[in-house]
């Protein structure tokens, strides 16, 4: 079962959309879709649709903030933990 939700992630991240989001996340802080829209220079119904494909991946959790959907980063999940540690070093790597 583990390979399997593992093969999910990676997956979903195969997208460049998808690993932005997830870059974007790293940090640690939730972000709503609509500062991920800004960011992304995308629709809002567009980053829904990317986010709800990492969410069925096990791979961000989404929050209610009144009107305003928000997703962060599994925490719960051993293998995003280990995959943002993973982003966190390649992205560092190419910025230098």
């Known amino acids: 079962m583990h390979d399997q939700q593992l093969a ?3 997956s979903a991240l195969g997208d460049k959309t998808r690993y932005a ?3 974007s996340m790293i940090n640690g802080e939730g ?6 829209a800004e960011q992304l220079n995308m629709t ?7 986010l709800k494909i990492l969410e069925q991946a096990g791979i961000v959790v ?3 903030e009144g009107r305003r959907v928000c997703c962060a980063l599994n ?5 995003v933990s280990q995959l943002a540690k ?3 070093r390649q992205n560092a790597s190419s910025t230098l």
């Open 8 to 10: 999910k992630q990676f």
């Open 21 to 23: 989001i997830v870059v």
């Open 31 to 36: 972000l709503c879709v609509s500062q991920l």
């Open 44 to 50: 809002p119904a567009a980053i829904s649709q990317h």
């Open 62 to 64: 989404p929050t209610r």
């Open 75 to 79: 925490q719960q999940s051993e293998s």
């Open 86 to 88: 993973l982003m966190q």
